[in-house]
């Protein structure tokens, strides 16, 4: 029994509707309940049987097809005896429940399968979303388009083309690969394979991907970026970096409006202009305020041509200084850094790269060849053609260790020193001057001197104390070697930290606790003036 009804509503041609009808009454005889869906013609201008085909009729001008929810307009068509085929040509037109529109030059269409093949010019729109391509395969009952010869997806904000395509209606989804390209105004995406869902314009991606903004490039090789706020959610090497900067991680958040960013996980945060990086497992970042917030494993480390600053704390907090193109960093708790010419431990410490300045707060210990240097707070300062400066403000102490248990010892409530070449030489001690030295001649140490003043200026050689100067007649003695006891080697608060010294750039990592310093005044003989070399 045939399956195939023509209701024929408009013919053009008188000529034909005695045939037409003829055939119409012979294709509603009675039919099962199961039989197949039917294609209803609803208009030609004329209908003739083809001359060319077995079982083919011929429909043309204006022709108009209906199959359940579906009608179709076109130039020509072609039909089939004993099937549900449909041939279209010329301004193919499919209009399905009066939201969808497929458009093309010619349409091949299955009304068993629903499925429906659109070729040359082919144009699928739904609302406001708009799928070009040369060549596109649609399934109708599961509203999915194919294509796999290039096409293109355009709506109100966005257009994305790949060479591969799946256009998943009912889920306001397309998943594009091969090639994918999308851009707006305001961002341009490279990738291979994308998803992306028209009605949130949200793009999700799972291949290495390219998004560049206005104002960063953004790369991942899984997440999702929205088309509409410019947030993204990176995983899977991610990183974001521009002219000035750039940060990796094992996964980063953006939120383009606040301009915060979170990134989780091995954290690597560089500034090109002040040759910085930081790295930690948790950074937070605000790319308006250009603050940073580092915790978890936190490094600062500040670099150059001829050497690296590398610093560790519980918390890191970068932020811009007032001068433009300069940043602040702050260190806070457990502070430990190591350069190859100074090291230091402290509570707190902030750095300034306009001029390379540190500051060392609540006690802080640095050392610098065999001397260790000790306050209550400390200020270095690097100077690109002159010796770097070294501030030292309340109770401040400088320890030399000359040979096993022999310390040089200087004391008072704020120092000026000068490095040059890695090494302590000079000091400038401004208040309760106070020196502990072991005296020599030629190479030969002969006792131990000690000697008071409110300023002394010291200048050293090779680490070891060479000449000082007292603005005020000092007090002093020489203890000769042989009569030097433990309880006169040491100034009041002597406290010889050394096992806090970081000794490399990964040994900032390690956890250590200061000693309490030795607080008793040694008791002296009477007074002499000091003697031997190097004092005048």
């Not at 989780?264 to 305020?289: A, H, P």
């Not at 001649?441 to 680490?463: C, H, P, T, V």
């Not at 005044?521 to 004092?535: D, F, I, L, Q, S």
Request: charge should be negative; proline fraction near 3%.
């Amino acid at each position: 029994m045939l399956t195939y009804r023509y209701i024929i509503t408009t013919i053009k041609n008188p000529l034909l509707l005695v045939g037409a009808v003829g055939l119409l009454l012979f294709f509603t005889a009675p039919v099962k309940a199961q039989e197949k869906k039917r294609v209803d013609i609803i208009q030609a201008g004329s209908l003739e049987q083809s001359e060319r085909i077995a079982n083919a009729q011929r429909l043309l001008d204006n022709v108009i097809i209906k199959h359940e929810n579906i009608l179709m307009y076109c130039d020509s068509a072609y039909t089939y005896e004993g099937t549900n085929r449909v041939d279209a040509f010329g301004n193919v037109h499919i209009n399905q429940g009066d939201t969808l529109h497929l458009y093309a030059r010619k349409v091949f269409y299955d009304g068993d399968r629903s499925f429906a093949q659109a070729i040359n010019n082919v144009r699928l729109e739904k609302r406001e979303i708009t799928l070009y391509t040369d060549t596109l395969d649609y399934d109708m009952n599961l509203n999915i388009g194919y294509y796999n010869c290039s096409g293109k997806i355009v709506d109100s904000t966005n257009t994305l083309t790949s060479k591969v395509g799946q256009y998943y209606l009912n889920e306001d989804m397309v998943h594009f690969t091969d090639s994918v390209v999308g851009f707006n105004d305001k961002y341009t995406l490279n990738s291979e394979d994308i998803k992306y869902n028209t009605k949130t314009e949200v793009i999700y991606f799972s291949s290495p991907t390219t998004i560049q903004d206005s104002s960063s490039t953004l790369y991942a090789e899984e997440g999702w970026y929205n088309t509409l706020t410019g947030d993204a959610d990176l995983n899977k090497l991610p990183k974001i970096y521009n002219e000035t900067q750039f940060i990796s991680a094992e996964q980063i958040t953006f939120n383009k409006t606040s301009g915060d960013t979170r990134a989780l996980g091995n954290v690597f945060l560089q500034d090109y202009e002040n040759s910085s990086i930081v790295k930690g497992q948790k950074v937070d970042y605000n790319e308006q305020t250009e603050v940073a917030l580092v915790t978890d494993s936190a490094v600062f480390i500040s670099y150059n041509q001829t050497d690296s600053l590398y610093l560790h704390a519980d918390t890191l907090r970068t932020m811009p200084d007032t001068i433009e193109g300069e940043n602040i960093v702050k260190a806070y708790y457990s502070v430990r850094f190591y350069r190859s010419d100074v090291q230091g431990v402290c509570d707190s410490m902030i750095y300034f790269t306009k001029d390379s300045t540190v500051e060392l707060h609540n006690n802080p210990v640095l050392w610098s060849g065999i001397q260790q240097l000790s306050a209550e707070n400390i200020k270095m300062i690097q100077h690109t053609n002159a010796p770097d400066e070294l501030r030292l403000y309340s109770n401040s102490f400088i320890i030399s260790e000359q040979d096993t248990g022999m310390f040089d010892q200087i004391k008072g409530k704020n120092m000026v020193g000068y490095v040059k070449n890695g090494q302590l030489d000079y000091i400038d001690v401004d208040g309760n001057g106070q020196t502990l030295y072991y005296a020599r001649e030629k190479a030969e140490i002969i006792g131990l001197n000690r000697a008071e003043s409110s300023n002394i200026s010291i200048r050293f050689q090779d680490g070891k104390i060479h000449k000082i100067a007292f603005q005020k007649q000092p007090e002093g003695e020489l203890t000769p070697l042989a009569d030097v006891t433990e309880n006169n080697k040491k100034l009041s608060n002597f406290n010889w930290q050394i096992e806090l010294r970081p000794v490399s750039k990964d040994d900032i990592f390690r956890k250590t606790e200061k000693v309490k310093p030795v607080v008793e005044e040694p008791k002296r003989a009477n007074a002499k003036a000091p003697t031997g070399p190097g004092v005048r």
